[in-house]
């Protein structure tokens, strides 16, 4: 009896979470993949065939339908779309409320730091631009005020 209710409850909760309901079980990692494919202008299928997956398999992950995609999954999918695999991880993270462990921090000059954070602009999410703005703009008034005195 409690493996019914189990089957049933995943049921209910897969179709609670169904795309067409309007609820992702990974709506941060679905909207970046969407995001990617988008860039990229590749079709679902498209985007499967590169990353050596079944197309169901790699669907279930677009559409959000996979409750925590395994890491193994997300490397196959950034290698083939040419992505780092830490830009899926970190929005999977966020979906599932997990905290990252960070990288040892390198002690690196601020020209590097800003040539690193240009290149990988593209990497932000889209709800965070206006945040990254604001401290892009705040980073600039304090370059003018050190340089007028």
Do not use: W
């Not at 800003?114 to 945040?131: F, G, K, M, S, T």
């Amino acid at each position: 009896m409690p493996t019914m209710l189990l089957r049933a409850l995943r049921v209910t909760i897969s179709h609670l979470y169904a795309p067409s309901e309007g609820g992702l079980l990974m709506g941060h990692l679905t909207g970046r993949l969407e995001q990617i494919l988008a860039d990229r202008q590749l079709t679902e299928r498209q985007a499967a065939a590169r990353c050596g997956m079944p197309y169901e398999s790699f669907r279930k992950v677009l559409r959000g339908l996979s409750a925590r995609p395994r890491d193994a999954t997300l490397e196959r999918i950034a290698e083939g779309l040419g992505v780092p695999a830490d830009v899926l991880f970190r929005e999977r993270a966020r979906d599932s409320g997990e905290l990252l462990s960070a990288p040892p921090v390198e002690d690196i000059t601020t020209s590097e730091a800003l040539q690193i954070a240009i290149a990988r602009v593209e990497e932000i999410p889209a709800d965070e631009l206006e945040a990254v703005r604001r401290q892009a703009e705040e980073l600039l008034r304090s370059i003018q005020r050190g340089a007028n005195e």
